[in-house]
């Protein structure tokens, strides 16, 4: 079968990781029989700097025509006194927007070989496996006015929290069907104390889950919920929360795994193509020097298999070798310990591609 992926690589470790990304579709393709056309564009600095603009309108024509994204990171200081709207974030933010990929998915795992990379106990870590589903297109981050202003004199800012309450259903409803497939309970994380969009975020969550009366759900407030991931995060199954909340608790539960580089995402619409990214950053101090971590852009590929194309065996094998690798001591230098090998970012993808040709998963 013939699929067609857009690259948006971005800056960075963008096109490092990119790279080693392609090297896995390209032997899945090899395994399974499929093939895929490949569709590099510009974003984020990378398209400030040739078009004017971090979202050029001839990446987003190509994001449109394809199956699904594959996408890098973006930015970085060279671009720190672009103006606001040019920034190079506002790449990846237009691509939510005008592709209206309002869910988050970022899956929180433990490798078992690397338990004692985290800076957490391994009698609280071991077999965690959390899944943050974060809405992605309203909240604080979209909303306007966003801007500086006179405020009684004095020199001040505004910034503006919007949804409606469709956008609160439609990514509280794939919470729980996401908690269907996996342990069957939701935590619905808001701040209903203190912020009306919160009381609302609840009060649409207790309407939702009576169309899922096998799941259980619980509310929790953000700062408990921050408390919890790290005290006791195998207490979670599926976190359900707003754009600003996702964004800082998966940040967070990232942490659990050991790395930033360990931990890929899916951005999902209704209908299109999906997006598919590791959610560390762009890193521009190593960038090009063979040192970035590959695992989170490949786990990324995972995602876009078993989401994009719903190709679970081919998702199942590609994780399978991303945990084999970790087995067998392969280590780039942000999960390596006190005398092990650290190995380069084409190494580190050597060994995924070595499991992954040996691997007997179905």
């Excluded at 985290?118 to 966003?146: A, H, M, Q, W």
């Excluded at 408390?227 to 754009?243: A, C, G, K, Y």
Aim: charged share 25%.
């Amino acid at each position: 079968m013939k699929k067609q992926i857009a690259l948006l690589a971005g800056d960075g470790i963008g096109p490092d990781i990119m790279k080693e990304a392609v090297r896995v579709l390209e032997a899945i393709g090899e395994r399974f029989g499929h093939s895929f056309s490949f569709t590099p564009a510009a974003v984020g600095g990378a398209g400030y700097d040739v078009y004017g603009t971090p979202l050029p309108e001839e990446t987003l024509k190509a994001c449109k025509d394809s199956d699904a994204i594959l996408f890098g990171a973006v930015g970085g200081p060279k671009w720190d006194s672009v103006p606001k709207e040019l920034r190079p974030e506002q790449g990846i933010l237009g691509l939510r927007k005008e592709l209206n990929l309002f869910a988050n998915l970022r899956p929180v795992n433990v490798y078992d070989a690397l338990v004692s990379a985290s800076t957490l106990k391994e009698e609280v870590i071991r077999n965690v496996d959390v899944l943050i589903v974060r809405e992605l297109t309203g909240g604080i981050y979209f909303g306007t006015p966003s801007e500086r202003r006179e405020i009684n004199g004095e020199e001040g800012v505004v910034d503006t929290l919007v949804y409606k309450r469709s956008e609160m259903e439609r990514i509280i409803r794939i919470g729980f069907e996401s908690a269907l497939l996996r342990s069957k309970k939701v935590t619905s994380v808001d701040k209903a104390n203190v912020l009306e969009s919160s009381r609302m975020w609840r009060e649409v969550a207790e309407e939702v889950s009576k169309d899922f009366p096998e799941v259980e759900l619980e509310h929790m407030l953000v700062d408990n919920a921050a408390m919890q991931l790290v005290r006791s995060p195998r207490s979670f199954d599926v976190i359900v929360t707003e754009n600003l909340f996702g964004d800082i608790l998966s940040d967070e539960a990232s942490m659990i795994s050991g790395s930033l580089g360990l931990l890929p995402s899916a951005s999902l619409s209704g209908k299109g193509p999906g997006l598919f990214e590791p959610i560390h950053g762009s890193a521009p101090d190593i960038a090009g020097l063979g040192q970035a971590n590959p695992l989170a852009a490949i786990a990324s590929v995972a995602m876009l298999l078993k989401y994009g194309f719903e190709w679970e065996e081919e998702a199942q094998v590609v994780d399978q070798a991303i945990a084999e690798a970790l087995a067998t001591g392969a280590r780039t230098s942000d999960i390596a310990e006190g005398g092990e090998q650290v190995f380069s970012t084409s190494a580190m993808t050597n060994a995924v591609l070595k499991a992954l040709k040996a691997s007997t998963a179905v």
